[in-house]
């Protein structure tokens, strides 16, 4: 018999209720058969009601979460007025959906109608938990009335499920800042109040300044030094061999064996704004990604959140292009691999990272248990990975707005830019790695204030970083470039990051080529987006479709050179079509995801851009 720590109480409460607190008391779960009746009163609580005059409660609910103390949610995002009221939203709306109409579930049916509630897709047993969906009630994830329905729900497999549920669902992440009962109750009871005192305990951002496109020296001068010193050259002398290229004479020869998209029909056209150029689909899938794709340094592996079918143990992927199979990985999203062709990670409940070398036995499965393999709460969410040139392998991450548009299954396209919704307090944590010749272990992390920055990213050297930036309205203004200047003092670093750089760009998931020289970013198709596409006006047809809010939707790839700041589009979406997430190989292709959503397929797929614009 499991020990669940819940509230016992005769009757039960709903959440926004009012009334006295509440404490945690640890008893024994009811074990019950399928569908049989339990009493109620051994249910345990959602939440307990708080009784605090409003300004106390904001004070002290806004604290745990993070305002003006000890880092907790603002860890990953910004708590501002907008966020929280972004929050109070979805929580309305969870409220709402999932727990209005029976909070003291008391069969196996009751309490799987719940479990449904709040995935991504209900009915999709697939499509996971999006800590969106639970609004602030994610905060109670590992709590036990969640505890208490996952049982009930699943009977022997509970607590696999539960475990799936907390990994993808639960908030804070790691192993700090995780509410009690009684906290949980504190930040859940000014939820249900929508929020009193919000501007009194929660300051105003400042206001946010216009762009100025700029584009330093330094620039040109890092892209000369890279073009003989960056991880293109250093991969070439090592002998890295690269996917798809046997018997070419270049790397624009390679992957001649994958067909093209502009002979298939699947494509409809996306070749057409840069005909010179090539688009080959590497492989088709048919169950829905989570997230962004990343893959290896050779272009031989393709990791991204999802997985082809139903399983209590992994919810993403590797997928190996060479042996053409599937590697279920026991994680959720957020893929990376170090541009040596060592090593990758995915996060979970935690950061797991393996030496590369695991893929080329052709697991059956990754558990992350393999000894070639590390898991780690040093490492935050939406991490991205490079290695210093004769030096350390590093990790950032920060604040950032996730972004997982297009989606398929989904009845609701993209039309915009993720927000940029970034506090004037955001930092970046710099995590040096060390490769033992077994394992990567972090070491102690250094932090830099990067205000109203976010969605922070690293380039294959360590020596740039480049963050989207706050606008007006939680917009996006543009991209920063700084400079990455680490000096090892002892077993830690000092870091200084100067912007050397800014474009006044709308986009997001930049990544920066092995040259160094390029970087790739995707763009929603917006409103102001008519002239750019070559249409006459916003009332064109076919830009209308792009834009309808049925069956729209589009994103695009752009290519930018970052010393001249010259951009160029090298897709054409059709309606209902995304390419995002595009990144660089080691020899210059570019991979990337086409997300359809009028057929629910995705295709991962290369481009020769930058090989061709060289």
Same mark, same amino acid.
């Not at 905060?139 to 329905?149: D, I, K, M, N, Q």
């Not at 963050?467 to 470039?481: A, E, H, P, T």
């Not at 589009?569 to 210059?588: E, N």
């Given at each position: 018999?499991?020990?669940?720590?819940?509230?016992? +109480? +005769?009757?039960?409460?709903?959440?926004?209720?009012?009334?006295?607190?509440?404490?945690? =008391?640890?008893?024994?779960?009811?074990?019950?058969?399928? *569908?049989?009746?339990?009493?109620?009163?051994?249910?345990?609580?959602?939440?307990?009601?708080?009784?605090?005059?409003?300004?106390?409660?904001?004070?002290?609910?806004?604290?745990?979460?993070?305002?003006?103390?000890?880092? !907790?949610?603002?860890?990953?995002?910004?708590?501002?007025?907008?966020?929280?009221?972004?929050?109070?939203?979805?929580?309305?709306?969870?409220?709402?959906?999932?727990? #209005?109409?029976?909070?003291?579930? #008391?069969?196996?049916?009751?309490?799987?109608?719940?479990?449904?509630?709040?995935?991504?897709?209900?009915?999709?047993?697939?499509?996971?938990?999006? &800590?969106?969906?639970?609004?602030?009630?994610?905060?109670?994830?590992?709590?036990?009335?969640?505890?208490?329905?996952?049982?009930?729900?699943?009977?022997?497999?509970?607590? !696999?499920?539960?475990?799936?549920?907390?990994?993808?669902?639960?908030? &804070?992440?790691?192993?700090?800042?995780?509410?009690?009962?009684?906290?949980? *109750?504190?930040?859940?009871?000014?939820?249900?109040?929508?929020?009193?005192?919000? *501007?009194?305990?929660?300051?105003?951002?400042?206001?946010? =300044?216009? /762009? #100025?496109?700029?584009?330093?020296?330094?620039?040109? %001068?890092?892209?000369?030094?890279?073009?003989?010193?960056?991880?293109? +050259?250093?991969?070439?002398?090592?002998?890295?061999?690269?996917?798809? /290229?046997?018997?070419?004479?270049?790397?624009?020869? /390679?992957?001649?064996?994958?067909?093209?998209?502009?002979?298939?029909?699947?494509?409809?056209?996306?070749?057409?704004?840069?005909?010179?150029? %090539?688009?080959?689909?590497?492989?088709?899938?048919?169950?829905?990604?989570?997230?962004?794709?990343?893959?290896?340094?050779?272009?031989?592996?393709?990791?991204?959140?999802?997985?082809?079918?139903?399983?209590?143990?992994?919810?993403?992927?590797?997928?190996?292009?060479?042996?053409?199979?599937?590697?279920?990985?026991?994680?959720?999203?957020?893929?990376?691999?170090?541009?040596?062709?060592?090593?990758?990670?995915?996060?979970?409940?935690?950061?797991?990272?393996?030496?590369?070398?695991?893929?080329?036995?052709?697991?059956?499965?990754?558990?992350? !248990?393999?000894?070639?393999?590390?898991?780690?709460?040093?490492?935050?969410?939406?991490?991205?990975?490079?290695?210093?040139?004769?030096?350390?392998?590093?990790?950032?991450?920060?604040?950032?707005?996730?972004?997982?548009?297009?989606?398929?299954?989904? !009845?609701?396209?993209?039309? =915009?830019?993720?927000?940029?919704?970034?506090?004037?307090?955001?930092?970046?944590?710099?995590?040096?790695?060390?490769?033992?010749?077994?394992?990567?272990?972090?070491?102690?992390?250094?932090?830099?204030?990067?205000?109203?920055?976010?969605?922070?990213?690293?380039?294959?050297?360590?020596?740039?970083?480049?963050?989207?930036?706050?606008?007006?309205?939680?917009?996006?203004?543009?991209?920063?470039?700084?400079?990455?200047?680490?000096?090892?003092?002892?077993?830690?670093?000092?870091?200084?990051?100067?912007?050397?750089?800014?474009?006044?760009?709308?986009?997001?998931?930049?990544?920066?080529?092995?040259?160094?020289?390029?970087?790739?970013?995707?763009?929603?198709?917006?409103?102001?987006?008519?002239?750019?596409?070559?249409? #006459?006006?916003?009332?064109?047809?076919?830009?209308?479709?792009?834009?309808?809010?049925?069956?729209?939707?589009?994103?695009?790839?752009?290519?930018?050179?970052?010393?001249?700041? =010259?951009?160029?589009?090298?897709?054409?979406?059709?309606?209902?079509?995304?390419?995002?997430? &595009?990144?660089?190989?080691?020899?210059?292709?570019?991979?990337?995801?086409?997300?359809?959503?009028?057929?629910?397929?995705?295709?991962?797929?290369?481009?020769? +851009?930058?090989?061709?614009?060289?």
């Amino acid at each position: 018999m499991h020990r669940l720590y819940v509230v016992v +109480a +005769a009757g039960l409460a709903m959440a926004g209720c009012g009334g006295g607190g509440g404490g945690d =008391t640890p008893v024994d779960a009811p074990d019950v058969p399928t *569908d049989a009746a339990i009493d109620a009163s051994t249910i345990p609580l959602l939440r307990n009601p708080v009784n605090l005059p409003d300004l106390e409660l904001a004070q002290q609910a806004a604290a745990l979460l993070g305002v003006g103390g000890a880092k !907790n949610c603002d860890r990953c995002h910004a708590l501002s007025r907008d966020r929280l009221r972004s929050w109070d939203t979805e929580s309305d709306a969870a409220e709402t959906a999932c727990l #209005t109409n029976n909070l003291a579930p #008391t069969t196996q049916g009751e309490a799987a109608g719940i479990v449904d509630c709040f995935r991504a897709q209900p009915g999709v047993v697939t499509s996971g938990w999006p &800590p969106h969906k639970l609004g602030i009630f994610n905060t109670a994830a590992r709590l036990g009335w969640f505890s208490y329905v996952f049982q009930l729900a699943y009977g022997a497999t509970w607590e !696999n499920e539960l475990e799936l549920f907390t990994g993808e669902a639960a908030m &804070p992440r790691g192993d700090t800042g995780h509410f009690t009962q009684g906290e949980f *109750d504190i930040v859940a009871e000014w939820f249900a109040r929508d929020l009193p005192q919000l *501007d009194a305990v929660v300051a105003a951002d400042p206001p946010a =300044t216009q /762009c #100025t496109t700029m584009i330093s020296a330094e620039v040109q %001068t890092h892209v000369t030094t890279m073009a003989q010193e960056g991880w293109r +050259a250093v991969n070439a002398a090592n002998g890295i061999l690269m996917h798809g /290229c046997q018997g070419a004479t270049d790397a624009r020869g /390679c992957l001649t064996t994958y067909p093209r998209a502009g002979a298939t029909a699947s494509s409809m056209g996306w070749e057409d704004i840069a005909p010179t150029t %090539t688009i080959r689909i590497l492989k088709e899938n048919t169950y829905p990604s989570s997230y962004w794709t990343r893959s290896s340094a050779d272009g031989r592996y393709i990791s991204h959140g999802g997985a082809p079918v139903a399983s209590q143990t992994y919810r993403s992927s590797v997928i190996d292009l060479q042996n053409d199979t599937n590697i279920p990985a026991a994680a959720l999203y957020d893929p990376g691999f170090f541009p040596d062709n060592s090593g990758f990670a995915l996060q979970g409940s935690s950061a797991r990272f393996c030496e590369q070398s695991l893929l080329a036995t052709q697991p059956a499965m990754i558990t992350f !248990n393999e000894p070639q393999c590390r898991r780690t709460n040093a490492v935050g969410l939406y991490q991205h990975m490079a290695a210093a040139l004769g030096g350390d392998y590093w990790t950032v991450d920060g604040q950032f707005d996730n972004d997982n548009g297009g989606q398929i299954n989904s !009845n609701n396209p993209t039309l =915009t830019d993720t927000s940029a919704t970034f506090s004037s307090d955001a930092e970046i944590d710099l995590t040096p790695m060390v490769h033992t010749g077994t394992q990567f272990v972090p070491q102690a992390a250094s932090s830099a204030l990067l205000p109203r920055e976010g969605d922070v990213i690293i380039s294959p050297s360590a020596r740039l970083l480049v963050s989207r930036v706050s606008g007006s309205n939680g917009s996006q203004s543009g991209f920063i470039m700084r400079k990455l200047i680490a000096t090892k003092t002892g077993a830690s670093y000092s870091i200084n990051v100067p912007e050397i750089a800014r474009y006044c760009l709308r986009g997001g998931k930049p990544a920066i080529s092995f040259d160094e020289r390029w970087m790739v970013y995707h763009h929603y198709v917006e409103a102001n987006d008519w002239a750019a596409l070559g249409y #006459t006006s916003a009332t064109d047809a076919g830009f209308v479709a792009l834009r309808d809010a049925q069956t729209g939707g589009a994103a695009n790839i752009f290519l930018l050179e970052i010393a001249t700041g =010259t951009v160029r589009r090298i897709t054409t979406m059709q309606p209902g079509q995304y390419a995002l997430y &595009p990144h660089f190989r080691s020899d210059g292709w570019i991979y990337f995801i086409v997300r359809d959503r009028n057929r629910n397929f995705e295709w991962m797929t290369a481009s020769d +851009a930058a090989l061709v614009f060289e």
